[in-house]
C-alpha cells in the first residue's frame, strides 16, 4: 500500500502537465504497462476530475479514499477477466488469496458477480 502511494506521489510530482504517463513511473511499473493493452495508460491529474466531496477533506483522508477507489476498481477488473476466479485474481494482483478475500470483503466485491456465464448446449 505504502508503495503505490509512493509511487503516485512521486509521478504526480514528475508529471510536465496534468496527466501522469508511462515517463512518470518507476520502470516496474511502466515496464508492465507498456507490455499490455494499457500502454497508453495516464491518471489525468485536472481539477475536474477531483471529486467534491474530497475538498472538504484533509490530504491524508484523500489519499486512502483515491487508493481505496483505485484498488476496488483494479480488483473489479481483474476479478472482471479472471471470470471471478480468486485463485487467478491473487495471482495477477501478486497477493494472498487471503489477502485479496479480505480486500473484497472491504470493497463489497462478490466472485458470484463476476462469473461468466455458463454456456447451455
Known sequence: MRELINVVERAALLANGREITLNELPIGVSGQLAGSDAGAAVIPLTPDAVPE???SMPLSDVRKAAVADLERAYLAALL???GGGIAGTARRAGMDPRS???KMKRYGLRKEDFKRPSKRR
Open 100 to 102: 485479496l478475500h479480505q
Open 80 to 82: 472482471r477477466e479472471t
Open 53 to 55: 466531496d474530497w475538498l
